[in-house]
């Protein structure tokens, strides 16, 4: 147990429809990673959140958007989900620059 | 750009073997490498992590090594059991601005051990 959790465990959603996973970061941790993970593959760096401000991000279009609130819990929001969207997406916290932890994932499937 | 490569990508073996795997990295320049294991459908748990400035780690039946220098990393498990069967991956955390915020992972070895 990494002490990470993430709201839904599974989600289905349609093309079009916008969604929002929640992340809940370790004690301590100030940072917060998200990525997704297509099947069979490794996860692909989405962004990373410090201290509620957004300081890094991977190869993912504006739609992909986040938050992370003073207590360091984060949500990860997707608009216009297309069918590639389907993943399984992970987010992570650490203490900045140390190891991180990850949580279970949510399963997100866009029909 | 750091490509993360995982050689071999599955891997079948009985029972009480020792075996390694393999991670190549494309950019030296890391500021550490971590080995995780996933489970089917299930999040990473992390395993070990070697800093740059380190050659390896160990945890009970596990060892990493690290030559940066090369960009190779293994992953040497002793006495595989049936437990130990998941995909492992590895992760590359860059030293560069902006690389530094992202870890970079290979597609992982699916590790099957038999009974």
């Known amino acids: 147990e990494t002490g990470v959790t993430q709201s839904p465990t599974h989600l289905i959603k349609t093309r079009g429809q916008q969604v929002t996973l929640r992340c809940s970061s370790q004690s301590g941790h100030n940072t917060v990673s998200w990525y997704q993970q297509a099947l069979g593959q490794g996860p692909q760096f989405i962004f990373q959140?410090?201290?509620?401000?957004?300081?890094g991000r991977g190869n993912f279009p504006p739609r992909f958007s986040g938050l992370q609130f003073p207590n360091y819990s984060s949500e990860l929001n997707v608009n216009a989900l297309e069918l590639d969207d389907s993943a399984l997406y992970l987010c992570?916290?650490?203490?900045?620059?140390?190891?991180?932890?990850f949580g279970p994932g949510t399963r997100l499937t866009v029909l | 750009k750091q490509e993360v490569t995982q050689i071999p990508a599955a891997l079948s073996v009985p029972e009480g073997e020792n075996l390694v795997l393999n991670c190549s990295f494309t950019?030296?320049?890391?500021?550490?490498l971590q080995w995780f294991r996933q489970d089917p459908g299930k999040g990473l748990t992390s395993l070990l992590l070697?800093?740059?400035?380190?050659r390896e780690q160990t945890s009970g039946r596990l060892n990493a090594s690290l030559d940066k220098s090369s960009g190779r990393s293994t992953l040497y498990i002793a006495a595989s059991q049936p437990g130990d069967s998941a995909t492992y991956l590895c992760a590359v955390r860059g030293a560069k601005d902006g690389s530094a915020r992202q870890l970079t992972f290979g597609s992982g070895t699916q590790l099957t051990v038999l009974p």
């Open positions: 992570a916290s650490a203490i900045q620059g140390a190891a991180q932890y």
């Open positions: 950019d030296s320049a890391i500021y550490n």
């Open positions: 959140y410090y201290r509620e401000e957004e300081n």
């Open positions: 070697i800093q740059s400035s380190q």
